[in-house]
């Protein structure tokens, strides 16, 4: 096997000269263009000692840098001609585990590069959803740093430990087994991909819905820093500093520390200097490569986030029942009363990475990983200053994960067999303190508390190949066995005397509603099929089987005295309280069919996808209000989590590219657009209601628009500022989604109408490696809602509204950012 020389990617806009040099760089070969195209490349000659680059390895890079240079001039060049057309850039992903053409994936994908990601202002994950059929990332309700993740109807907006995502979130090929923390800031990225559609076979358990990678960036061969500083509305100002450098030949060390800070979007009436939507974020990541030898390298990284922003409230949409608060003109106002403000969400965690090729067509790769993160969460679900629903969190996670890859690639069979393991733990402690309530029933103080210890160990055996049954015509096949245990310790207790001293208080228990544990073991079989044929020359056209399930458990808010009495012989028996207690997995069989097309020699990009899917045995986690004692006041609550649901999802998927123009105003100049649209019918076919009886009809999808789109314009053109040669690039973006609801059961003030995106970026990149941007996101300043929290009841006739917990009436709603805008400047060093 010849010698591997690892030189730095190309990225970026590049004179020939540019590319050439820096692809030699520290190579020990050097090039240039020498007559009527040909490239000359050859060994530096050393003034003394040996030459520190080895026969074979010259051979090699000799090689790989003519295929480069030859195909650099064998493409059509506008440059040379205006009436060729343009070579498109080959969009890299590892959507199926190994690095392919994102037009031969045969699946729904969406990807968004470093630069993409930068063209359009992106400060983290959930930018992405925007741009993405079908999908919806979200921060959840009362932090900055949780996610709430749905794809083609299928997600979880619940954070609390014991339900499962229905999304899987990837840093860097680890699953993060929990939304705490996985709002992941965007900072030194590659790229991001978005897989639509159950990933049950290469990504496994709670992928059902899809999955979303978040992929950062290697370091380079050569010695490298940048520095970008952000500074906008709302004080918003941010610093980034990355820096890396090569110790000897085979060694890279580098790191990245960021800081994010902004003023809020409003402010807590009630607390004073406490403000709503603010930020105040830090985070660092480092990470070493080490190339061991030709055929092995691994790579160690670490991150660490720590969230210290104000506890973001929501907005009451009516007037409180019992004292007439009106509601606030500004949707990010509040009058939430806490006794302690404080949030803090810290998260961290490292991975391994080794792979070695032990063969020309063997690789072995291994994902060793560790994550932790803890989050103190204040919530005050009514938003007043009363001391009513109010809800203290903690949450405490922590997971251990293991996969071990065998890659195969001959010239028509490729794949991979692979072994999962994960020891993950999530603790979730809170207060729901209902002090006007408890005055009522003549419990002073009165506060519901809930503790919940989850523990999940999973392994699971999985192979995925796919073979050429000609050149045209290509069969993938494949499988995951999964074996996944669940255990659960579930304490609930009344206390009198308001907060608990887990959160400063002096409350007193007086009762204990559920005292849990249980265990259950689940297993799943995952298989995915799929044909793939080349129906013309750069016309992908596919079929796709695939499966997916989302791991049962136990609800973690279940009220064990709250258990019905099934034989009804007037004792709670065991058995009856562990089906009370516990719910079953739900489970998603997808069919796709797709046609991937470059028109124009790639001019023109068209990705359409059509999906079809049963999803089965759908958990529907709820939170009820429970009068204990027969007067009329609900005193406390309890979750009851059911797979009470079955339903069809069907729609289209289309992410599209162009190039409209080339030399258009100047010589140099390109336009260029990027739509995408998903359409979906998300019906229930079954949903029984706590009563016994099927209210289907009365049901929709939470977070999921019928209409997504998105439509992106892009102009890139030579130019100068102060006397620096460089490109400017303007980029002006519309992102639609039609009307959705937060909850499956509609609320007419709480659910979001149909709303238009209008972003802005203006960029320019010098020559000389220093960028100036200004962007700006929502100009037209619209107030959208995106979670929100209902515990009432309203008559559809008479309009009369019930608390169903409190007694003034929990309907409150978080929104998304209004505008916003920002000068960035970078500098290469």
Do not use: C
């Not at 992410?655 to 260029?672: K, P, R, Y």
């Amino acid at each position: 096997m010849a010698e591997k020389i690892r030189v730095a990617p190309l990225s970026g806009r590049y004179t020939f000269d540019e590319a050439l040099n820096t692809l030699l760089r520290n190579t020990g070969l050097s090039g240039g263009l020498v007559r009527d195209g040909v490239v000359r490349i050859s060994p530096i000659e050393a003034d003394k000692g040996e030459d520190p680059v080895s026969p074979k390895a010259k051979a090699t890079l000799l090689s790989g840098a003519s295929a480069f240079i030859v195909g650099a001039f064998s493409a059509p060049s506008y440059a040379q001609d205006a009436e060729d057309p343009a070579v498109r850039d080959v969009v890299v992903v590892t959507a199926q585990r190994r690095e392919q053409d994102l037009q031969d994936v045969p699946l729904s994908v969406s990807s968004f590069s470093g630069d993409d990601l930068e063209d359009i202002g992106a400060a983290d994950l959930t930018e992405v959803g925007k741009f993405s059929p079908n999908v919806t990332l979200e921060v959840s309700r009362g932090t900055n740093s949780t996610l709430s993740a749905f794809i083609r109807g299928v997600g979880q907006q619940d954070p609390v430990g014991g339900f499962e995502a229905g999304v899987g979130i990837y840093l860097d090929d680890v699953y993060l087994n929990r939304p705490q923390g996985a709002v992941l800031d965007i900072f030194d990225v590659e790229r991001i991909e978005v897989l639509r559609g159950p990933q049950g076979t290469l990504y496994g358990r709670n992928t059902i819905g899809g999955a979303v990678k978040y992929v950062t960036r290697g370091l380079d061969a050569n010695p490298a820093m940048k520095l970008t500083v952000n500074a906008g509305n709302y004080s918003r100002l941010d610093g980034i500093l990355s820096a890396s450098t090569p110790i000897g030949e085979n060694f890279r060390i580098g790191a990245s520390v960021a800081k994010l800070t902004r003023g809020g979007y409003g402010d807590n009436l009630f607390l004073n200097g406490v403000e709503n939507y603010n930020k105040d974020v830090s985070a660092a990541r480092i990470q070493a490569e080490w190339d061991i030898s030709d055929v092995m390298d691994i790579r160690v990284s670490a991150d660490w986030l720590l969230d210290k922003s104000d506890p973001k409230q929501g907005h009451r949409l009516i007037r409180s029942l019992q004292t007439g608060a009106p509601v606030l003109s500004d949707v990010y106002d509040t009058r939430a009363g806490l006794m302690n403000p404080d949030q803090r969400s810290e998260a961290y965690g490292g991975s391994i990475v080794g792979t070695w090729d032990f063969s020309d067509n063997w690789t072995v790769k291994n994902i060793l990983a560790y994550r932790e993160d803890k989050s103190t969460t204040p919530i005050d679900f009514d938003s007043l200053p009363a001391i009513d629903v109010d809800v203290p969190a903690i949450y405490e996670n922590d997971q251990f994960s293991e996969e071990l890859q065998f890659l195969y690639s001959s010239d028509n069979l490729n794949g991979l067999i692979g072994v999962y393991y994960l020891d993950a733990n999530a603790l979730t402690y809170f207060d729901v303190v209902l002090a006007t309530t408890g005055a009522i029933i003549g419990v002073p103080g009165l506060n519901a508390q809930t503790f919940g210890d989850v523990n999940t160990k999973t392994w699971s055996v999985f192979a995925d190949f796919t073979y050429d049954i000609s050149p045209d015509l290509h069969l993938s096949v494949g499988g995951r066995y999964t074996d996944d245990k669940r255990q659960a310790g579930i304490l609930r207790r009344t206390f009198s005397g308001g907060y608990s001293p887990l959160f400063g208080g002096t409350a007193v228990p007086i009762s204990t509603t559920s005292n849990f544990n249980g265990s259950d073991r689940f297993t799943d079989f995952s298989p995915r099929v799929s044909l793939a044929w080349d129906a013309a020359p750069d016309h992908n056209v596919y079929a796709t089987y695939a499966k997916g399930f989302k791991g049962g458990g136990f609800d973690p808010r279940g009220q064990t005295s709250a258990a019905p009495d099934v034989d009804r012989d007037g004792v709670r028996e065991p058995n009856e309280i562990f089906d009370f207690m516990q719910f079953e997995p739900e489970t998603v069989n997808s069919y796709e069919v797709g046609w991937k097309a470059l028109w124009e020699n790639g001019r023109f990009t068209t990705n359409l996808a059509a999906f079809w899917m049963d999803y089965s045995d759908v958990q529907v986690p709820s939170s009820i209000g429970v009068d204990t004692n027969g007067d009329g006041i609900n005193d406390t609550f309890t979750g009851a989590t059911t797979n009470a649901a079955a339903a069809t999802l069907k729609g289209i998927e289309f992410d599209g590219t162009a190039v409209l123009g080339e030399n258009w105003i100047t010589q140099g100049d390109e336009l260029s657009t990027v739509v995408s649209v998903g359409y979906i019918d998300a019906q229930y076919d079954q949903f029984i209601g706590p009563t016994g009886v099927d209210v289907a009809s009365q049901r929709v999808f939470q977070n999921t628009p019928e209409l997504t789109s998105s439509w992106r314009v892009n102009y890139t053109s030579p130019f100068t500022l102060v006397n620096t040669p460089g490109d400017i690039t303007l980029v002006n973006s519309l992102s639609y989604r039609s009307e959705s609801s937060q909850f499956e059961t509609p609320n007419a003030l709480l659910d979001q109408e149909a709303f238009t995106l209008w972003d802005m970026s203006l960029i320019f990149r010098s020559d000389e490696g220093w960028t100036v941007g200004v962007h700006g996101k929502n100009l037209g300043d619209e107030r959208y809602k995106v979670a929100g929290y209902n515990f009432v009841s309203i008559n559809p006739t008479t309009g009369v509204v019930t608390p169903t917990l409190g007694r003034e009436g929990t309907l409150t709603a978080f929104y998304g950012d209004p505008r916003t805008w920002w000068v960035s400047i970078s500098q290469d060093f």
